[in-house]
């Protein structure tokens, strides 16, 4: 039980109290780039305003893992009420960083990502949130783009949280390749 309050407490000082509004927190601006988000972002008794969220893939892939083992401990402990509390944040985090991660920062052209009807977010892939952006991915990973190895990291959390179709479906449209046709 330890182990889960150290756990627990760290999830709180980056994404704040699942049971508040404002779940998930904003990750600090020096930590991630801004996203341009729609309703998802936030509820509407948020304090927090829609445009100042700021998320970052890798980070947030380790929360979902996370709230959602602690949804699997308490499930597996027949507590289904605590459960139920981390499996709604799992669910809540996954909206947000599909609402602002798959959708381009902003309407500037070098912001720009390409639409894409597969994917459910409506574009091809998911960006991993750097503070700075450019048109063109660079490969020193100093810019805000799309990152292999964090686009996986991703599906894996999807297929972890029984988000499989979805993880197909945004694998899809980054890797159209490695796809036979189906129904995706």
Known sequence: QKSI???LQLLESVYGPIASPDFPLPMRSSEAGPCQCSVQCS???STQPREQQHRYL?????AVLAYQTLADSYKSRKNENEAKKYRDAVEKLIAV???CLGKPRSEREKDG????TISPTGYVGLRIGKEESRKTTDYGMNYDGQYWHYIDKWLFVLARTGHAEEGV????SCFPYFFSSSKY
């Open 5 to 7: 309050n150290r756990a």
């Open 43 to 45: 509820s509407s008794s």
């Open 58 to 62: 890798w980070t947030d892939a380790f």
């Open 97 to 99: 960083v599909h609402d």
């Open 113 to 116: 990502m390409t639409p894409c």
């Open 169 to 172: 479906r945004i694998a899809k």
